[in-house]
């Protein structure tokens, strides 16, 4: 079992632990060393024992605020998560059909020609009333 000496509020502890956790270890030590830094920086030079317990129950304060929102967040999870699956098992609104008028080729050619015709009559129609 691997030991590691690990600084908190500028005091070396040696703690064991079992072998490849070294890195949590270090990070959990860290951690409780910016704890107990802030204290040193508040109140200043205090017994270990007293540092320990207060960095400690600081580091337990962050957590339990850390679970109520890791809580909160799961809640909302859930209702939304429940929420998906109404909208998943939810019958499938019917198709709408939706027309839309469009004149066929022939039509537009068939009144193309029909104008053309007209302006022709037109024309005749003033060549005799000018004539």
């Not at 909302?76 to 019958?91: C, G, H, I, T, Y």
């Not at 050619?109 to 007209?118: F, G, K, P, Y």
């Amino acid at each position: 079992m691997p030991e590691v000496t690990i600084e908190i509020g500028g005091r070396n502890f040696d703690v064991a632990c079992q072998e490849g956790e070294e890195h949590y270890l270090h990070a959990a030590a860290k951690m409780l060393d910016e704890e107990a830094s802030v204290l040193a920086a508040q109140i200043g030079r205090i017994p270990e024992a007293r540092m320990l317990l207060m960095a400690g129950l600081m580091l337990a304060d962050k957590t339990a605020g850390i679970q109520d929102k890791l809580r909160e967040a799961e809640d909302r999870m859930a209702e939304k998560e429940a929420e998906l699956e109404q909208f998943r098992s939810a019958p499938r609104p019917e198709a709408e059909r939706v027309e839309v008028p469009v004149v066929p080729n022939h039509v537009t050619d068939t009144l193309a020609e029909i104008a053309a015709r007209a302006e022709a009559l037109a024309e005749t129609v003033d060549g005799k009333v000018a004539g």
